[in-house]
């Protein structure tokens, strides 16, 4: 079945679209739906590390589908792409559906059985509905899942409904740069509960949409209110008019976001030790054998209280509030517990599950039901799947992954009702003795408070790779298969075995293939282990030829994370991403600052700083970009500073200037023509002009190779450089004219396909006399792809920096006559299918 993932700013919207979809499908025949949303619980932000870990846990084999929200949850989807295997990664597609709606949709499909074609052209359909309806732009869309205070059935049914009377009005801008996204819509939200006897309602005056609660953070960062939106905020009550001049003074400082924020990277995992893991040293990662085999054992599922005996009203509000004091003291308990003992990352997650108690959506809804003489329980069970079906119901994947989230305070407020304590602390769930543990679904709750040591892997019926708690489980270090449905009905005690990296699943397995396990176990720790030992040794095939292995860097903590996994330095430094959470550009001595605490992570080693990689697919806060029909197409790269190159000749200065005291190249994105070339020279001597010594000897330059035209013109592009950098990700999508985030083009968008190839080499003999010819992407973190790379003329490799062991132990399995010969085969191939089977052999 083809899994979800929701990627938002908001863990709370995330949560809420996936409760959504989650109502609209068969609970016992859902597709995974994983979220990754915020930096944390309260921090409104995506994190490419999160969005890898939930395509993971979604992937089943079938597809994952990546719905996202706006904004730089586009850019830290793409990023996630480079961190999953690439065997996933060519699986996954990410839709530009709309989140809500296109979760819905998509969600139906994949439970249905459709293919990853199907289940993405129906979410981009999401929005025919509602636009047959209402006619495009016409009409106020009331957000039905955050309804106001207010006793009126009524208003109740209708947020707009006898407001006029009442109601004081304020018009306010947006004019933070990424519109109201998470993170505003959060300091939005707090405002307004800072003055608890007002109602706030919020239309966006450019769209239509609205009016919403402007209590309810999902309501108001789906307003898809954008910079230079006008919003219409009504408030009445006993201080309406104090409450508009906050929300007016808030909307000034653009939300909050004009400031420069630092920007958030997820912490690496602190290895574990576990059965069928080799934990790394120092800060690296924790490499798990995807593999495991033992007794299945299952947790107890939430308690279904068909025997509970419901009182009047009152007597189930108070019921309810003493299961939300006590879910409050459990989750504040474990936060604080994996804090200290995983990670500060991973304990992010629970910030938002505590926020979703508080949420409107969730705790207004199950009051309002409670008043109708609904019991505790039954009124939090119909809540949470509405809420779980909103949340898959968003384009976004890592939001649609939030629903889990929800289901997982759900089914603590029901522990609670029950009278019983859910664990509040890691470890806590501890199998009687070592096994594989069996969930429908792998919350983040469960996936940190189970054993390490007792828990040799788990499997999951439901959900996909990328969820919040099968990413935590992996960080880990733990094998988990997702999406195993033959496992639901596993009684206690069975043998399982299962493989994650092919899904194979082996239920009561026989003598001989238990051994087949237990060898392969051991085959791949052997492997961990050598890989591991040997990473900071050089990359050098059987016959001496020698090949650098560097990893892709998007921020200060991964050139930690490459520096313990043996990196050779950095082929590719993304900028934008580096930089990309600020609302102002960083200043010169900003960029100065992060240049170089990534060089004192990899010292001696030589960094390829790629200059702003900016584009209408990649929008930068303090970049001011057109729309585009076409973004891809359009003003990328270098092209967006053609006008006004003032960023870029900062960048480049800063650039110069570390390169003084550091091994530093300069790269270029998206160059097509010679006379670009030509621009990118003029503008790095007009910014190392403000050196006294002007630019540094050591610095060299190159372009990136991404289209077409760069490739076939490789000598010409080429004569004035030091370098060039084969980008694969969008080489491939341009070559084959296929965008590498469709679900409909899955099939064509494969690194390995022989027109792609051709052009590498093309690339890689055209270049002028003395020009190195590197490669970073999704191409270069494949082991088996890497070997052919070399054959057909790469010099060196950029990889994810997790990748950089499995590249170099590949390299040094082979010799460069063996690479060469791959290559040339594969140059004949008809089909990146048949590419692939040559890789295998």
Not at 715 to 729: P, T
Request: aromatic share 2%.
């Amino acid at each position: 079945m083809i899994g979800i993932v929701v990627v938002s700013h908001s863990r709370a919207l995330a949560d809420a679209a996936v409760a959504l979809a989650g109502e609209m499908t068969d609970p016992a025949n859902g597709p995974a739906i994983k979220i990754a949303a915020g930096l944390d619980a309260e921090t409104f932000g995506t994190d490419a590390a999160a969005v890898a870990e939930a395509i993971g846990a979604a992937d089943s084999g079938d597809g994952v589908l990546v719905l996202l929200d706006l904004g730089s949850a586009v850019l830290s989807a793409e990023m996630a792409l480079e961190f999953v295997d690439p065997d996933v990664a060519r699986r996954v597609r990410i839709s530009s559906a709309p989140l809500v709606e296109g979760l819905v949709g998509a969600a139906v499909a994949a439970g249905a059985g459709a293919d990853l074609e199907a289940v993405a052209a129906e979410a981009e359909q999401g929005l025919m509905a509602k636009s047959h309806h209402l006619g495009t732009g016409q009409g106020a869309v009331a957000d039905e899942t955050a309804k106001p205070r207010q006793k009126d059935e009524q208003d109740q049914r209708n947020p707009g409904k006898n407001w006029g009377e009442t109601a004081v009005t304020r018009e306010v801008s947006v004019s933070a740069p990424h519109g109201l996204h998470a993170r505003p819509a959060a300091r939005f939200v707090r405002e307004v509960a800072a003055h608890p006897g007002v109602q706030v309602r919020v239309r966006n005056l450019e769209t239509g949409r609205g009016p919403v609660d402007g209590r309810s953070l999902t309501a108001i960062a789906t307003l898809d209110a954008r910079q230079g939106h006008r919003l219409e905020i009504q408030a009445r009550g006993a201080g309406a008019e104090e409450a508009l001049d906050a929300l007016s003074d808030l909307a000034d400082s653009g939300f909050g976001d004009l400031a420069p924020t630092r920007a958030t990277t997820a912490a690496t995992a602190p290895p574990q030790t576990s059965p069928g893991t080799v934990p790394s040293s120092g800060t690296g990662p924790t490499y798990a054998l995807e593999a495991a085999i033992g007794p299945a054992y299952r947790l107890d599922p939430a308690p279904e209280l068909q025997d509970y005996t419901a009182g009047d009203p009152g007597d189930e509000t108070e019921a309810y509030d003493r299961a939300l004091a006590q879910a409050r003291r459990e989750l504040e308990q474990l936060r604080a517990d994996t804090e200290t003992r995983v990670g500060g990352a991973q304990a992010a997650v629970f910030d938002a599950h505590l926020a979703m108690l508080d949420d409107p959506a969730l705790d207004e809804q199950v009051r309002l039901a409670l008043r109708e003489e609904v019991s505790a329980p039954d009124a939090v069970r119909a809540q949470v799947s509405v809420l779980r079906a909103q949340f898959e119901g968003l384009t976004d994947v890592y939001q649609r992954e939030r629903g889990a989230d929800v289901s997982s305070v759900g089914d603590r407020l029901l522990r609670a009702l029950a009278g019983e304590a859910s664990p509040s602390s890691p470890a806590s769930v501890t199998l009687e003795r070592p096994g594989i543990l069996v969930v429908h679904e792998l919350d983040p709750a469960t996936a940190v408070q189970v054993d390490a040591v007792t828990t040799l892997g788990v499997l999951t019926v439901a959900g996909g790779g990328t969820g919040h708690g099968v990413l935590l489980a992996r960080a880990r270090g733990l094998p988990v298969l997702t999406g195993a449905r033959a496992a639901d009905t596993v009684e206690d005690g069975t043998v399982v075995a299962f493989d994650s990296r092919t899904g194979r699943l082996v239920i009561d397995p026989d003598e001989q293939t238990r051994n087949d396990f237990e060898e392969l176990l051991g085959q791949r720790a052997d492997g961990r282990r050598r890989m591991l030992e040997h990473a900071h040794e050089p990359a050098v095939t059987t016959d001496g030829h020698a090949v650098l292995v560097k990893a892709n860097l998007a921020s200060v903590a991964e050139a930690a994370l490459a520096a313990d996994s043996g990196a050779d330095g950095s082929g590719l430094i993304r900028t934008e991403a580096l930089f990309g959470d600020r609302a102002q550009a960083p200043s010169v001595a900003e960029q100065i600052a992060a240049f170089e605490q990534i060089a004192e992570s990899l010292p001696g080693r030589t960094l390829t700083i790629r200059t702003w990689d900016v584009g209408g697919d990649k929008p930068l806060p303090f970049h001011t970009h057109p729309i585009e029909a076409n973004p891809f197409l359009g003003l990328r790269g270098i092209r967006a500073f053609r006008e006004d190159p003032r960023l870029l000749v900062d960048q480049l200065e800063a650039i110069c200037r570390v390169a003084r005291e550091h091994p530093l190249r300069v790269m270029f994105p998206m160059v097509t023509t010679v006379e670009e070339v030509d621009w990118a020279l003029a503008r790095l001597d007009e910014a190392a002009g403000r050196l006294p010594d002007g630019r540094p000897d050591a610095l060299e330059v190159g372009i990136m190779i991404e289209v077409p035209a760069a490739a076939l013109r490789a000598e010409a592009l080429s004569a004035l450089l030091d370098f060039v950098s084969i980008g694969s990700n969008d080489l491939t999508q341009y070559v084959l004219a296929a965008e590498r985030g469709s679900a409909l083009l899955e099939g064509l968008t494969d690194h390995a396909d022989p027109a792609v190839l051709q052009l590498i080499r093309e690339t890689c003999t055209g270049v002028a006399e003395g020009v190195e010819v590197g490669l970073c992407g999704d191409a270069a973190s494949d082991p088996g792809l890497a070997v052919l790379l070399i054959g057909l003329g790469v010099t060196d490799l950029s990889a994810t920096a997790a990748s950089v062991p499995a590249v170099k132990d590949a390299i040094r399995a082979v010799s460069l006559v063996d690479a060469q010969d791959l290559a040339a085969r594969a140059l004949q191939a008809d089909s990146a299918a048949e590419v692939r089977e040559l890789l295998r052999r």
